[in-house]
C-alpha cells in the first residue's frame, strides 16, 4: 500500500483512555440539572456521537424528549465537569504505540486530523492531558453532525481542503477502534482501519468490514 495522504483518528480507545471520566462527566451533568441517575453505557453503545448518546439517556432516564434548551445545558454542564475529571481521572494513558505513530506519521508529511462522535470541546479536554492535541490540524465532532458517517464525510472534505484536491479512498485512513468507526469509514470512501484497543476484538472489526485490522498502534501501519 502506498503512503496515504491523510490518516483520521479516533479519540476514544483508540489513542487515549479516559479511566471513565466521560461516563462519570455525564452523569454528574445529569445530577446537578435534574436529579436523576443517569448511566449513559446503559442508553448508548461505543462509537456514538455525543448527541446521540445524550438524547437517548436523556429520554431513558426522564422519559420524553428534551428541548433544545435542555440539551444545551446539559452539553454545558457535562464539558464544564469534564474538563475537571479528565486531570484526576486514575487510569488515564495514552494507548501504547499512539504518539511513535503520529511521530512518524508527522514526519513523514501525512495530514494529521481527528474524527470523534465527542463535542470538539470535549474532544479536545480528553486529548489534553495527553499532549494529543498539537499533533492534530483539523477535525471534525459530534457537535458538527450527529451522525457518524457525515462526521466523517466533513473531515475528509477538510482533508482535502487542505491537501488541494480531492482525496482516493486509499489516499484516506480512518483509524477506529468500533465497528460504527469502520462501518462510518467505508460509507465516506475512505479506508477503514479498526484497531482492536477497545471494547471489540479484531474478529469483529473485520466483520464490519475493515480494510486493515490492528491490534494495537504498536503494530505495522499501512502505508508506512
Not at 12 to 31: M, Q
Amino acid at each position: 500500500m502506498k503512503q496515504p495522504i491523510a490518516v483520521l483518528f479516533d479519540i476514544d480507545e483508540t489513542l487515549v483512555h479516559t479511566g471513565g471520566s466521560g461516563t462519570r462527566s455525564w452523569a454528574w451533568a445529569f445530577e446537578k440539572l435534574h436529579g436523576v441517575r443517569a448511566d449513559i453505557g446503559e442508553h448508548s453503545s461505543a462509537g456514538e456521537t455525543d448527541p446521540q448518546v445524550g438524547r437517548a439517556t436523556f429520554k431513558a432516564v426522564l422519559g420524553r424528549d428534551p428541548t433544545h434548551q435542555e440539551m444545551a445545558r446539559l452539553y454545558s454542564k457535562y464539558l464544564w465537569h469534564l474538563s475537571e475529571d479528565i486531570w484526576a481521572a486514575e487510569g488515564y494513558k495514552v494507548l501504547e504505540g499512539a504518539r511513535e505513530l503520529l511521530d512518524r506519521l508527522s514526519d513523514a508529511g501525512v495530514i494529521l486530523g481527528v474524527i470523534s462522535g465527542a463535542m470538539e470541546g470535549a474532544a479536545r479536554i480528553k486529548m489534553d492531558p495527553g499532549k494529543l492535541n498539537r499533533y492534530f490540524v483539523f477535525g471534525a465532532y459530534g457537535s458538527d453532525s450527529p451522525d457518524r458517517a457525515e462526521v466523517t464525510r466533513y473531515a475528509i472534505s477538510k482533508a482535502a481542503r487542505l491537501h488541494g484536491c480531492d482525496l482516493a479512498p486509499w489516499e484516506v485512513l480512518v483509524v477506529g477502534d468500533t465497528p460504527h468507526d469502520v462501518e462510518s469509514a467505508r460509507a465516506a470512501g475512505a479506508t477503514a482501519v479498526g484497531v482492536a484497543t477497545g471494547n471489540y476484538g479484531p474478529d469483529e472489526l473485520r466483520a464490519a468490514q475493515a480494510d486493515h485490522v490492528l491490534a494495537s498502534l504498536t503494530e505495522p501501519f499501512p502505508g508506512l
